[in-house]
Nanobody, 125 residues
Framework: QVQLVESGGGLVQAGGSLRLSCVASGRTFNNYHMGWFRQAPGKERVFVAAINWSGSSSDYADFVEGRFTIARDNAKNTVYLQMNSLKPEDTAVYYC??????????????????WGQGTQVTVSS
């Protein structure tokens, strides 16, 4: 099992930026593909972005529209989500997740084995 701790959330105005971080412990970090999901109040948890174990491949939800970038630093056991041009509809709790499955369209939350506790992102208009 991988323990995941997110940080970097907060309150930002529309058009602003935030960088989320997720630090992993407990298992070899580069054995896992990593993802970010988000959940707005009253809505289901949805896929945001994922990155493979080496960082050579990534995937994004359509609504990201080039505004977010996922990256990882295996030496620091950390995955990042850089979010630019934030919109009020980006307001949600953002979760980091780890997957040991094959890197092949990892977008469903059931494909991820371990989850962080989440970090709140609030974008004001």
């Amino acid at each position: 099992q991988v323990q995941l701790v997110e940080s970097g959330g907060g309150l930002v105005q529309a058009g602003g930026s935030l960088r989320l971080s997720c630090v992993a412990s407990g298992r070899t970090f580069n054995n896992y593909h990593m993802g970010w999901f988000r959940q707005a109040p009253g809505k289901e948890r949805v896929f945001v972005a994922a990155i493979n174990w080496s960082g050579s491949s990534s995937d994004y939800a359509d609504f990201v529209e080039g505004r977010f970038t996922i990256a990882r630093d295996n030496a620091k056991n950390t995955v990042y989500l850089q979010m630019n041009s934030l919109k009020p509809e980006d307001t949600a709790v953002y979760y980091c997740a780890a997957s040991s499955r094959t890197w092949n369209f990892l977008r469903a939350f059931k494909q991820f084995d371990d989850w962080g506790q989440g970090t709140q992102v609030t974008v004001s208009s």
